[in-house]
Each structure stands twice: as C-alpha cells, then as structure tokens.
C-alpha cells in the first residue's frame, strides 16, 4: 500500500482516509469541517477558554441554530472533530486493504501530529491534550485489533487475547508519540513506525496463544 498524503490541513487529512462513518449528506459535512475548521483556528490564536461559539460561527458562516443541530458547544465540537480523526486514521490500513505486517499506520499519524506541530502546542495550553490521546487510544485500540485478525501470523492468538494486546499495544503507542514530541521529533516518522512495530511483534510473538 502506498501511503496516503497528509495535510497540515485537517479537513483534508481526514478526508485522506475517505468516509469515516458520519450520518448524512455532503452538506452536512461540509458545515461540520467548517465549524471544525473554525475552531481550530481560533485556537492557533487564543487559548480554548476564550473562544466563544459566537466567534466558532462568524469564522464558519453558519447560524447559531445550525452549530446547535450539531453539537451541544465547542467542547462537544472539539471532541467530535479529534473522534473523527482517529476513527479515520485508526482504520486506514483495513480501509485501505494493506497487505503488510503494520497494525497501525504509525509514521502517517506521527508525521501528521508533526506537521500539526502549532496545533498541538496550542492543544497543550488548553489542558486537553489527555482527553483527546484518550480518544485516540480508544479508536487504536480497535483498529489495532481488528488488524491482529486479519494478519496471518497473529490469526492464531485467541480473540481474548488479541483484545487485551491491541489495547496495551495503543496505550504504548500514544505514550511513544508523546516521548518523541518531547525530544523534538528527532527520529523520522518511518524509523518511528519501524521502532513501534518491532516492539508489537516482539510481544506478539510471546503471546500467540
């Protein structure tokens, strides 16, 4: 599989993994990534508590009865944007039909996040760095195991199993992305996705059964 293009923009990086599930018409996309877009940024700009869903709208040009149609307020937004993310990126490789021995798409999420890299440092300001990796473990988590089903060499690891390895291999993850966001991002994503899958195949290999 060649790997898909990533975008510092996030409408399109999430439109890279094609339809993540959302109900509804292209219209009712087009007004969520607006919103979505809005928002974050307004956070490049000012910390998340000051922004106001006054200030979400004007920027999206949509109306007051329109954002609420959709979404409770701007956490509501702000967590439904990053669920949609990860859900695409977490089942790219299924999606996609990769043929390789990866469980996840590792070096397009971290040279995502790398591009991200303003973004990020603002999610940081906003204390809600752990709410949205806790989303993220989540999709991985099942992405992750739905991977270990559907390559051969795990195929044999009981279901039980297969579980609790897809969860703790997310969790390993996440917490290897944050390492290298702290040291500068000084190893390239590639080396960082050979790194993470030479750690899931040596756990899967002693936990086959």
């Known amino acids: 599989m060649s790997s898909p293009p990533m975008s510092g923009n996030r409408t399109e990086a999430r439109l890279v993994f094609g339809n ?9 996309r087009r007004t969520r990534d607006r919103l979505g877009d809005a928002l974050i940024e307004l956070l490049l700009q ?21 954002f609420y149609s959709h979404f409770r307020d701007k ?10 993310f990860f ?30 890299r303003p973004f990020y440092n603002a999610l940081l300001k906003t204390g809600k760095v752990e709410d949205v990796w806790a989303l993220g473990r989540e999709h991985f988590a099942r992405g992750i195991q739905k991977r270990l089903g559907e390559i051969p060499r795990a195929r044999q690891m009981r279901p039980g199993r297969r579980r609790v390895m897809a ?14 966001l702290q040291r500068g991002m000084k190893d390239s994503a590639v080396e960082m996705d050979r790194i993470f899958h030479q750690l899931v195949w040596n756990g899967c290999g002693s936990s086959s059964t």
Not at 20 to 28: A, P, W
Not at 108 to 113: K, P, R
Request: charged share 30%.
């Open 167 to 180: 969860h703790g291999l997310a969790g390993s993850l996440f917490s290897l992305l944050d390492w290298w």
């Open 20 to 28: 993540t599930g959302l109900k509804g018409d292209r219209r009712v």
């Open 87 to 116: 859900e695409g990126m977490a089942n790219a490789l299924s999606r996609f039909g990769d043929k390789s021995e990866r469980v996840a798409p590792v070096h397009e999420l971290f040279a995502h996040v790398a591009e991200m």
């Open 46 to 66: 000012k910390p998340f508590d000051d922004i106001t869903v006054q200030e979400v709208l004007e920027r999206a040009d949509v109306s007051r009865s329109t």
């Open 75 to 84: 956490n509501d937004l702000f967590l439904s944007d990053a669920d949609e």
